[in-house]
């Protein structure tokens, strides 16, 4: 009976820290009706800009510092309204092969938050086309209201990194560069965070 009495309190104060770690981490989602993402590149021909229609992320939080940030992008939600465009943008991804670009934090470098303004730099695994390779993120963002976090940026990509051969049209004419920009403009939303 003394051990019981003994071992109460223990178990009250590890419930309560359990709980009060729960409480602490926060987990905010991309708004997939307000994101803009972009895919940025040259040819020999023009320039070019394909749109993400599809995107899922997460984001959390946990006693004011960031603990985990992932990205998800579907290959066949990246359009161009051009289907020739599209389907040589798929066979360079090997969108069969692999379906998702994503991207998985690793560390936070830095997090300056002054008043509203939020800037981030966060390096991570990105995978692409199959072939992960660490990259840093660089964002500014800012609260839109509590709760509601808008990140803005650009990720530089150089195709032959992942492997991935730049597409040619017009039997070779036409050629893609090796260097494209993955900019974005995206909201995380979830419960108000201290």
Wanted: overall charge positive; hydrophobic content about 40%; cysteine-free.
């Amino acid at each position: 009976m003394t051990k019981r009495i003994f071992l109460l309190p223990i178990i009250l104060l590890t419930i309560s820290f359990m709980s009060g770690n729960a409480v602490q981490a926060q987990s905010l989602k991309l708004n997939q009706k307000t994101f803009n993402m972009s895919i940025n590149g040259t040819t020999n021909v023009h320039n070019f800009e394909t749109k993400v229609t599809q995107a899922g992320g997460d984001l959390v939080i946990s006693d004011k510092k960031v603990q985990s940030f992932s990205v998800e992008i579907p290959v066949k939600g990246i359009k161009s309204n051009e289907k020739l465009m599209d389907t040589k943008t798929y066979e360079a991804f090997d969108a069969d092969k692999n379906p998702r670009i994503t991207f998985k934090s690793t560390d936070v470098n830095s997090l300056k938050v002054d008043g509203s303004d939020i800037n981030v730099s966060v390096t991570g695994n990105m995978t692409i086309a199959g072939v992960t390779r660490k990259v840093t993120i660089i964002a500014a963002g800012k609260t839109v209201k509590p709760g509601v976090y808008e990140f803005k940026g650009s990720i530089p990509v150089k195709m032959t990194d992942y492997k991935m051969k730049p597409p040619t049209a017009m039997l070779g004419v036409m050629k893609v560069g090796d260097d494209i920009k993955l900019k974005f403009d995206v909201t995380f939303e979830g419960a108000a965070i201290n």
